[in-house]
């Protein structure tokens, strides 16, 4: 059953995801610094915007009345992107953050498992050394 996933790990190829991921996070962070007003301001939520068609028979007030409407419901919407935007840039620089962690933990794993791995090949060979001089 752990086999697929032994495939699935070897078939990735860890040098470049180690060598790229300094990168990705760098981008990241840069997308990050380059959003405007990422100060953590959560607008309130606007109703849909719903076009502003002049009518001959509203009065000229009116008629700006409504634009001025529109124009609010319309800055609430940006603003509101604006706040989504920067929930997402935030997510996905922690994401990049935990992914360069987890190729640095990744790559220790490989190094102490190699080591792991000559220790016993090692002790194979001296066990079937004392093996073989014990029972020749």
């Excluded at 990241?28 to 028979?57: I, Y």
Aim: aromatic share 2%.
């Amino acid at each position: 059953m752990a086999l697929p996933w032994l495939t699935l790990i070897k078939a990735v190829p860890w040098t470049d995801v180690i060598e790229h991921a300094p990168s990705v996070l760098s981008g990241a962070q840069k997308l990050w610094q380059r959003l405007p007003g990422r100060g953590g301001s959560t607008p309130t939520a606007a109703a849909p915007a719903t076009p502003v068609v002049a009518d001959a028979g509203q009065s000229l007030s009116a008629q700006v009345a409504a634009l001025r409407a529109s124009l609010v419901a319309a800055e609430q919407q940006v603003a509101e992107l604006q706040a989504r935007l920067s929930d997402s840039n935030v997510l996905l620089r922690d994401m990049a953050e935990q992914q360069a962690r987890m190729v640095v933990q990744i790559e220790d794993n490989r190094r102490a498992l190699r080591w792991a791995a000559g220790v016993a090949t090692v002790a194979l060979v001296l066990a079937v050394g004392l093996v073989a001089k014990v029972v020749g």
